[in-house]
């Protein structure tokens, strides 16, 4: 069947995160607040299909961990205050009604291999719900349907953020 061949090319998955990423994108605010930045990551959890990866990239203070905290309220995880960057660790774990929640930040990292001395692989293949802070760090380690929620700053308006949702072939 010709008109499956994409699809079995690309990798089901890539495909599916392509069109969520799309959806996402369509109903992101294109500037938001913190209020409506943090309303829309709520939205976004609740209706995160399982298994997904999310990195969030932009400068610091850019709201990462913001949206990070929100999207971890719509999918569930109760113990909020705990959502917080994981500077020390990099790996945070949250508890969440369907599958723990794995948060990373990958700020600090030295280099690829410290990427191995976290269980990186294991990470990817067993969280039901990842989601990276500074991914450009493990540029070439990211899943392959990871979507990439970009951040920054407007110095015009700096209770606001530009938001923008890429598809995993757009990285
Ligand atoms: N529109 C907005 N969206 C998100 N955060 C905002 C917004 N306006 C102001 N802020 C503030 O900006 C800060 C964002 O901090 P946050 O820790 O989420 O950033 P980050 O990108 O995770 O930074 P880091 O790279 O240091 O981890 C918070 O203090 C938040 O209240
Ligand atoms: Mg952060």
Known sequence: MPAALPVAEA????????????????????????????AWGRA????????ATIAL????GA????????????????????VTSPTFALVHRYDAPRGPVVHVDLYRLKGPEELDALGWDEL??????LLIEWPDRAANSLPRD????????????????SLRV???AHR
């Open 11 to 38: 990798g089901a998955d890539v495909v599916a995160a392509e069109e969520l990423a799309h959806l996402l994108g369509r109903g992101a605010p294109r500037a938001p607040d913190r209020d409506s930045l943090e």
């Open 44 to 51: 976004v959890g609740a209706l995160l299909p399982r298994p």
């Open 57 to 60: 990239e932009g400068d610091l």
């Open 63 to 82: 709201g990462k961990t913001t949206l990070v905290r929100a999207l971890a309220q719509g999918l569930g995880v109760l113990d909020l205050e705990a």
């Open 124 to 129: 990817v293949d067993t969280s039901p719900v």
């Open 146 to 161: 990871t979507i990439t929620i970009v951040l920054s700053h407007d110095p015009s308006e700096p209770g606001r953020r």
């Open 166 to 168: 890429l598809a995993p």
